[in-house]
Nanobody
Framework: QVQLVESGGGLVQAGGSLSLSCAASGIIFSISAMGWYRQAPGKQRELVAVITSRGSTNYADSLQGRLTISRDNAKNTVYLQMNSLKPVDTAVYYC?????????????????WGPGTQVTVSS
């Protein structure tokens, strides 16, 4: 069974930095896009950053310049380095990956989500 597990969230002061990581485990044939989303209280989940298997990246316009997404394909892991954090960055951060894996109907490609990790930025 494929699982995503995030780590690295926590409490940080405004202007500080945090690094998040997310590892995919289970029987995995391939992973195409991996990315991070976030959801603040009372708001919809929004894209933070995404990276393809070849390393192409895309960031939310509002977060450009403060984030770096990267991945280690050998470890099925995606990372997010966040700098110059602001209180408005407070949210639960979710890892997402499009994974091809064996399933009950054969080989299937699905989007998987991690349980989320809380990031709190204090002013």
């Amino acid at each position: 069974q494929v699982q995503l597990v995030e780590s690295g969230g926590g409490l940080v002061q405004a202007g500080g930095s945090l690094s998040l990581s997310c590892a995919a485990s289970g029987i995995i044939f391939s992973i195409s896009a991996m990315g991070w989303y976030r959801q603040a209280p009372g708001k919809q989940r929004e894209l933070v950053a995404v990276i393809t298997s070849r390393g192409s990246t895309n960031y939310a316009d509002s977060l450009q310049g403060r984030l770096t997404i990267s991945r280690d394909n050998a470890k099925n892991t995606v990372y997010l380095q966040m700098n110059s954090l602001k209180p408005v960055d407070t949210a639960v951060y979710y890892c997402n990956a499009r994974i091809t894996a064996p399933g009950p109907m054969g080989v299937m490609t699905n989007d998987y989500w991690g349980p989320g990790t809380q990031v709190t930025v204090s002013s």
